[in-house]
C-alpha cells in the first residue's frame, strides 16, 4: 500500500466524513438516547462516597465516556488518558502490554510512582518499578465498560500511600439501572516506514457490553477480543571492527544495511529491525451489585485477561551468493567489516502466554452523616511464560536452544476499610479515616529449555522473587473554618517489610542467595487551605510529604552487563515533600486552572549507572538510591464546552524544571534533567458539531526533547534507544447514523511524525469503528 503523505490523510478524512452527510442529516432529527435519571443518580452517588471518603485536596482532571467516544480512537483503555495535562503513557502499539504511566514530575520508568485503580481495584503493578513487568494492567478494563476517569496529582491525600507521588488514577465502570447492551467493532491500519521496513500493519478489536437490573441486583458484563500487529519496538546494530580480523575468521559478504548515530552518538550500522509483535488478546468481565438496603450495597466485579503474543524480525542484510537474508557472524558490508552476536536478531524471537485473574470485592454503606466502605482486591498470574530463542538464525526461528521465563505465582493482595464522617448538615468537619494492608509476590524464573518452541524447563539459569507487606492507618480533617475558607490537615503511618527475596544466576555462578528482611516505619503529615474567593474561583495551597518504599523488583532485581550483580537489598525507601498552589475558574462551561508545583526528593529510586559489588572495576545499570532530585514547574488546564456555538475546546501546557541536585555516585548527573521528564509538555482537542448527530475532532499532543539516562549523555535523541521530542496530530469523526448506531473514523499521528521513546512509535494510523446500542 502506497503511504498517503499528510496533505492527502486529511483529504481522505474529509471525504470519508462527508460521505456520512447524508447519513447526519437523517440522523440529526433523531434525538438522542435519553439519560436515564436513576442510572445518573446511582453514578453520581458512588461518586460522591468515594470522593467525599478521600477528600482529596488536589488538583483534578477528568474525562467521561461520552467525550472519549466523541474524541479519541481509543482501542485500549490507556488511550482515553492522551489528552488529560501532563500524563504520557508510553504505548508502542495497540494492546501493548508494557505501557507506563509518566507524570509532570516522574518518567517513563517511575511505574510505581503512580496508582491506578479501576471500581477500587489495584491496576498498578507494583511488584516493580520499571516499563516493563511493572507496568499497570491496564488490559482489565476494556474501553466500553468506562463510566469517567478521574486524575488527581500529587501526594495530597492521606488516603493514598507514597506511590500517589505522580499521579492517582480512578477509573469507575458503568453499572445499569435498565436492560442496556452495546457492540462494537474497530481497526487500525498502521502505514509504517522506517529505514528498510515497509509495511502495512492491520489492528482488529470486537467487543461487547450487556446489563440489567433484576430489583436489588444490578448486573453488567463484558467481552473484548483484539488481534493487533505492531511496528517493530526495536533495531539491531552493529559498530564497525577496526582491529584486524583473527587468522581464518569466515567474512560473509552482505548488501543492504543504513549508517547511522547510536544515541550517544557513535556510529552504527543499522541491520534490521527487531520485535514485530502480532497480539491475540481477550477480556472478560462481570460486575454484579447487590443492594441489600437502601444504604448498603455489596459489589463484586471479576476479570479474566489472556494474552498470546508472537514476535519475529526482519534483518536488512542479504548474502548475495546465497540470496538469503544474514542474521548473524562476521560480514563485509560497505566497506568496513562487522560482527553480528547471535542475541542480535535470536533475543527478539519469542513467544508469551499469559492469563491473569482480577477480584474485587466490596460492601458500601451510606447516610446523612457517614459514608464507609470495606473492599478487598487480589490479582493473580494465573500464567506468564515467556519463550525466547538462543540460537541462531536463520534455525533459531523455528526451534533449537533458549529460555523459557515463568512468572506464575507473581500477584498482589490488597485490603482497604475507610470512612468519612460529616459534623452536620452543612459538613464544618469532614473527618476521613482509615487502615490499609497490602501483599506482593513476585516470582520470576528462568530456565534452560533445549527447544525453546515447545521443550520442558531444564535447569534454572536466572532467578528472582521476594515478597513486600505494607500496613497503614491514615486520618484528615476537612474543616470549614469560615463558609468561604477550608484547613485540611492529615496524616498516614506506615509500616513496610521485606522478606523471603531469592537471587541465582547460573552464569556467572551466584547463589542462590537469600536477601536480609528489610523493615521501616515512616508518617507523612498532609495538609492544604482552600480559599473560596467568589462563587466561581478558588485558590488552594497544599503540601504532602510521601514515602515510596522499595519494590520487590528494585530490591531482589538480577543485572547481567556482562557481570552479574545484586543490587543493595538494603535499598532506602524514597521521601517526596510536595507543594502545590492552585488557582481555579469554574462555571457551567468548564473550568481554567493554573498550578504551581515543586517536589523534593530526597534518596529517589531511579536506575542509574554505578559500581558492581560482585564484579569490582565493573559498572552496570540499576536501582539506587539518588541523594535528591527536585521538580518545579506550572501547569494551565483549561476546559471550555461551546467556547463558541457548537465547538468544544480543551487543552493544557505544563512547563517542569525536573533535575538532579544532588548525586554522590553519578555527578554527572546534577543539574541534568530526570529521564523522560521534558520541559515542556502541551496538549489541545477541539470538537465541532455542525450538526448534532456529528462531531468532528482535531487534537494535537507534544513534548520537547527528552532524554533517557540521568546524565543527559544520550545526545542523540532520535535514534533507537533514544528520547525525542514529538508533536502528533489526531482526527476522529464521530456521527450518529441512526438512534442505536454511531460510526467513527479518525487518523492517529496525521502528521506522520517518526519519533523515538527509547522504542520507535507508531506512526500514520487509520481507524474505524462501529458501535450498535440496544
Known sequence: MKILSTRAAVRAFALLASAAAPYAAYADDIAAPAANPDQEDILVTAQRRTQTI???????????AATIATTINARNVEDTLKYLPSLVVRKRHIGDSQAPLATRTSGLGASARSLIYADGALLSALIGNNNTSASPRWNLVSTEEIARIDVLYGPFSAAYAGNSIGAVVNITTRLPDQFEGTLVAGTTVQQYDLYDTHRTLPSYQLGGTIGDRFGPLAVFASIDHVDSSGQPIGFASATAITAPLPVGTIVTPTTGGFN????????????????????VQDRFKIKAALDLS????????????????DSTVE????????????????????????????????????????RQWSHNLSLNGTSSRFDWQVIGTLYDVDKDQQRVSNTALPAGQTGGAGFLTDLAGTGWKTLDAKGAWRSDAAATHTVSFGAHADWYALNSNRYNT??????????????????????????????????????????RYEWWRAYGGVNFSQSPAIGPVNQ??????????????????????????????????????????????????VPDPTLRPERARSLELALEQHDSHGSVRVSLFNEVVKDALISQTGPLKEAPGQVGTYVQNVDETRARGVELYVVRKNF?????????????????????????????????????????????????????????????????????????????????KYFVVDLRAQIRVAEHMEFGIGVDNVNNDKYFLFHPFPQRSFAADVRLTF
Open 315 to 354: 534483518s536488512y542484510l542479504t548474502n548475495p551468493a546465497a540470496g538469503l537474508p544474514f542474521y548473524a557472524g562476521t560480514t563485509s558490508n560497505n566497506g568496513k567489516n562487522y560482527t553480528l552476536a547471535p542475541s542480535a536478531f535470536a533475543g527478539s524471537i519469542y513467544h508469551t502466554e499469559q
Open 294 to 309: 437502601s444504604a448498603l450495597r455489596l459489589t463484586y466485579v471479576g476479570s479474566l485477561f489472556l494474552n498470546t503474543t
Open 54 to 64: 478521600e477528600n482529596a485536596p488536589a488538583s483534578k482532571a477528568s474525562v467521561d
Open 516 to 565: 536480609p528482611t528489610l523493615s521501616s516505619a515512616k508518617f507523612s503529615p498532609k495538609a492544604a487551605l482552600a480559599y473560596a474567593i467568589d462563587d466561581h474561583l478558588t485558590a488552594r495551597l497544599s503540601f504532602g510529604q510521601a514515602w515510596r518504599f522499595p519494590t520487590v523488583g528494585e530490591l531482589y532485581q538480577i543485572v547481567t552487563t556482562p557481570a552479574v550483580s
Open 450 to 491: 533445549t527447544d525453546w518452541v515447545s521443550g520442558p524447563k531444564g535447569t534454572l539459569n536466572l532467578q528472582g522473587s521476594g515478597k513486600t507487606r505494607a500496613l497503614a492507618l491514615w486520618a484528615q480533617d476537612a474543616w470549614r473554618i469560615l463558609p468561604p475558607l477550608t484547613l485540611t490537615l492529615g496524616g
Open 260 to 279: 547511522d548515530l547510536n544515541r550517544t552518538g557513535g556510529a552504527i550500522r543499522v541491520v534490521g529491525a527487531t520485535a514485530f509483535e502480532h497480539q
Open 644 to 724: 463558541v456555538p457548537r465547538i468544544d475546546v480543551s487543552g493544557s501546557v505544563t512547563y517542569a524544571d525536573a533535575i538532579t541536585t544532588k548525586n554522590a555516585v553519578l555527578p554527572a548527573a546534577i543539574g541534568k534533567l530526570l529521564p523522560s521528564v521534558p520541559h515542556w509538555k502541551a496538549t489541545a482537542v477541539a470538537t465541532w458539531r455542525p450538526v448534532d448527530a456529528v462531531a468532528l475532532t482535531a487534537a494535537a499532543r507534544y513534548a520537547s526533547r527528552n532524554y533517557g539516562s540521568l546524565d543527559n549523555s544520550d545526545v542523540i535523541g532520535n535514534t533507537y534507544q533514544g528520547f525525542y
